[in-house]
């Protein structure tokens, strides 16, 4: 018996429309013609990754910080490389 494949989008519209306390898990089963396991795993899978959506995975302010750095090192290396190449320009 081969599995079907699900998209992670379409698993997850499923299960947040199977938390609506206004249906059951049967009827969305039946509506998207689900196997008896396959929304009790995706339940399990989402529950046990809740956490991960509150977990503070912001962009730290040193990320932008090294970007800014890294920029400007861009652009003296840009003004030397230009230096350079009159400098060579002109002892030939």
Do not use: C
């Not at 039946?30 to 196997?35: F, G, M, T, W």
């Amino acid at each position: 018996m081969s599995s079907k494949y699900y998209d992670p989008n379409f698993k997850v519209k499923v299960v947040l429309e199977s938390l609506n306390s206004n249906t059951t898990l049967e009827a969305v089963k039946a509506k998207y013609k689900l196997s008896n396991n396959a929304l009790n795993n995706w339940r399990k899978i989402f529950f046990s990754n809740a956490h991960i959506i509150f977990s503070n995975n912001k962009p730290n302010k040193n990320d932008s910080y090294d970007v800014d750095q890294l920029k400007k090192l861009i652009g003296d290396l840009t003004i030397q490389n230009e230096i350079l190449k009159k400098v060579s320009s002109l002892m030939n």
